[in-house]
């Protein structure tokens, strides 16, 4: 009888050594006459212990990790096919702590299936939402989301349930489902992570958003710099056609789904919406004034529902649980699970999915274990490179939507980048400026010539005089409120965040006294 | 597959096979960068015309977006991520001595013409920082040895 090996075709997993584990396994096999089936998985996202083989054993799938490919001859001279004790082993994968506290809803089969087995799939729960959608009314399904309290995971937090009404309620014949994969926020994995682990469940989702609105035709929009995601989904389309969920009589019931998967080219700013859909349409993608809002106007001037991979995702779940058990997870008005990813210079980085509420502490310190490099933690930056730098005392913070904008953070797409004490907060500050002056689209003034201002100004505070130290911080602050106040989009609009936030809590390191940072900010 | 010498009717026909879709700019100008490795002149003016646009606007739409080059790449190339996540692991250290061990900046080819140094705005590796993708392949935990074997490695293929 053969045993069923599990090795991740996660990018992550590839880039430590995947595949030349594979290769080693599959070659040691041959040698020693062993029957091996091999599963390419997604990864269980606990990302220090990449490459992660796991083995299928009576008591469940066990866990070996990391292991090289100089290892595997060790491994299986240890018993590793019987899922022996070793020191790389850590018991059955899914009792460790750190994926047993986790309550995973949109990432419940990442990890677990081959992404692309529909069988898998549909054994795993896949399908379950489609098939509760497609017996209501379509208002019904817009009602059912709407009562989760599924907000939007890109960033925004809209409530997807009122973005989907207002698309359903337009008159227009022609409507769209675009699904915002651009995922560019630094610290930021887990659409692609989604994408290459389970990427039937997003086509899943944009099938019910689309029976819900009333749309026959549909983009995925990803990130050139994901080639694997990007070939998995493309794959996992075609699947999905052949398949009867994807084409002109989705399930057998007579409604039409046209699902594309098209490739960015290198834009961080794509990730904002309305330059996503101009760049679907083929032009510079550049930020269009709101309104007319993309629920009305937006791809090619239709309907259109733009929502992130992973808000998409969570849908099925959340048709097949029924609203209620969504809403029940959560606190105040998030509701539901967030996925957060833990990365930077942290022990134990990777996806940790879990009801809001999680304090920052807990995240970073009880997940994640600290630092990689074993130092003080001196600030993490919450919610992508255009989130606030919070320094070690406010790791008490609760991570959700209300209570980090109540202290100047934003959760943003989730990501939670960990820096230790030997980082220089004034190149930080200076970097958020820079960032924003290299993606910027260039369409709005304060955005394209304050991000070149902000640079100039934070090198002045640097490296100029002392005396005009003061001066040039008041430039820095006057600037952080013009880009907030007079930018087009969320680029310009929050490149201040960071800065402002190295002014508030990190103002030493511009050159500033405690106390005078303290009464600027 | 291997980068290809320019040929007005190979283009003439990849721009058909990619123009079908509305809004097919963008794939038709992947195709065929993927096709002859950059995007001169002639192709410009050979997708504007096939397509029935401007020359100024796909211009503008080849200048915009940092994948598209206009001049021809090296061999290899190699970016090196620049994310906040990567600089927790030390990614400034890493820029300096790419940028050092190569000669040249970001967005620039070696005068041998081998390797091309591009920088990048993350990669999605960000708790296997620092990140570097070599040829399209992502790499995950590069530092200044294992950055100079990649490179090396990929010259001898």
Sequence with gaps: MSTTVYIPCDSAARSVGADEVVLALLVEAQLRGLDIALVRNGSRGMLWLEPLVEVDTAHGRVAYGPVSADDVAALLDAGMLDGAAHPQCHGVTDELPWLARQQRVTFSRVGVIDPLSPADYVAQGGLAGLRAALGMRPTQVVDAVTESGLRGRGGAGFPTGIKWKTVAEASDPTKFVCCNADEGDSGTFADRMLLEGDPFALIEGMVIAAYAVGAAEGYVYVRSEYPDAVATLRRAVEIAYKEAWLGADVMGRGFSFDLEVRVGAGAYICGEETAMLDSLEGKRGIVRAKPPIPALQGLFGRPTVVNNVLSLATVPAVLAGGAEAYRELGVGRSRGTQVFQLAGNVAQGGIVETAFGLSLRDLVEGFGGGTATGRPIRAVQVGGPLGAYLPADRLGLHLDYEELAADGAMLGHGGVVVFDDTVDMGQQARFAMEFCAAESCGKCTPCRVGAVRGVEVIDAILHGSPDERSANVEILEDLCELMTDGSLCAMGGLTPNPVRSVLRHFGEDLGLTPVSAGTLA | ?157
């Excluded at chain 2, 096709?35 to 020359?55: D, I, M, W, Y």
């Excluded at chain 2, 400034?92 to 061990?101: F, I, K, P």
């Excluded at chain 2, 708790?127 to 070599?134: C, E, K, Y």
Aim: negative net charge.
């Design chain 2, 1 to 157: 597959m291997s980068v290809q010498e320019w040929s007005a009717d190979a283009a003439a026909e990849i721009v058909r096979a990619h123009s079908g879709p509305r809004g097919a700019l963008l794939p038709v100008l992947q195709a065929l960068q993927e096709h002859f490795g950059h995007l001169g002149a002639e192709a410009t003016r050979l997708v504007a015309k096939e397509l029935n646009l401007s020359r100024a606007d796909v211009h503008g739409v080849v200048t915009f977006y940092s994948d598209f080059r206009t001049a021809p790449p090296g061999r290899t190339v190699v970016a090196v991520c620049r994310g906040e996540a990567c600089q927790s692991r030390g990614s400034r250290e890493l820029e300096r001595h790419a940028q050092h061990s190569l000669g040249v900046g970001f967005g620039e080819t070696t005068p041998d013409g081998s390797v091309t140094l591009d920088q990048v705005f993350c990669l999605g590796n960000c708790a296997l920082s620092p990140a570097v993708q070599i040829d399209g392949r992502l790499v995950g935990r590069v530092d200044a040895d294992l950055f100079d074997r990649l490179v090396a490695d990929a010259a001898a293929l």
